[in-house]
């Protein structure tokens, strides 16, 4: 077991793994991440799934079976996709059990070409929560503008949801006030509050990558000196717009009527610049009550040398503040840099999504041939 992973769990923050596949469920890859490495949580996407179909012959057999069926391509993800995340749900149960519901958690997305139609992302995320079949799923939803009316209705109805893609402070205030409407109605309808779980999906590294590439553009030293620093300024912020939400009164009674917090969770924290530390997206993001799901590569490098320094973000709000405020001094506009993330963390999500439907259909249309 890892000391630094060991101390990072201490300190309140949950290590998932941001990767899935069925080399991974069928060898004792996943189970050695579970019992050695602190893994208590899974997230998957289109991406994810598109990479592990193509390499290995583990799903061929389903694939075949499901071409001599018929079934359409958008069937076809959902079965196979379906199959992972139960078997991963199953894996991880043990661990649903211990931390009473709290993780143990397994994330699938819903159809990314349906990110900007709300009733067809509702009708999607039943559909996964009803395929799958586990109390300790996570249906993954985008926070688009339309998303969020989708992330209000499936909480509203128990299904439990990873709200995804989420830049901008403004777009996770939102965010939060869904999860709240959604838990209000499902407390109007009766429904076990305790039973229903959500986490809010901020996405980190890739805020860098946009912002340094206009410091770079702008060139002057006042801009290279804040290279680097606004992902962690951002997501330290969201944490605090994270607390000012808990200590609201409607917040505060639906916890007293069974409600468990969104946790708010780091998403994209892989470094993309190779002169960035690679454990900074973890280590400089630590505090009670979050998630940090990670690439396996940077789960084994904080394993290995990451220094965990206890909480790292009580503390840095006006710093971090003052990051934003200084970036927009020198000519990076906040407000443009989510936006444009957003817009393409959809479209990126879309492709994804598409990549993965092409590439099935001429797998499933081949096998057709060949019978």
Known sequence: MSENLDRLTAEGVAVWLDDLSRERLAGAGLADLVREHRVVGITSNPTIFAKAIRSGDRYD???GDLARRGVRVEEAVRLLTAFDVRWACDLLRPVYEASDGVDGRVSI???????HDTAATIAEARALWWLVDRPNLFVKIPATHKGLQAISTALAEGISINVTLIFSLHRYDQVLRAFLDGMAQAHAAGRDLASIASVASFFVSRVDTEVDSRLDKIGTREAGALRGRAAIANARLAYQHFERAVSSQQWQALAAAGMRPQR???????????????????????APGVVNTMPEQTLRAVADHGRIQGDTIHGTYPAARQVLHDLDAVGVSYDDVVHV????????????????FRDLDTVLNTERDAA
């Open 61 to 63: 057999e389903q694939i």
């Open 109 to 115: 997305e819903v159809d990314p070409r349906v990110a």
């Open 264 to 286: 708010p969770l780091w998403a994209s924290t892989g470094v993309k610049d190779p002169s960035y530390d690679d454990t900074r997206y973890v280590t400089e993001l630590v």
């Open 341 to 356: 993330l957003e817009d393409e963390g959809v479209a990126k999500f879309t492709a994804s999504g598409t990549d993965l």
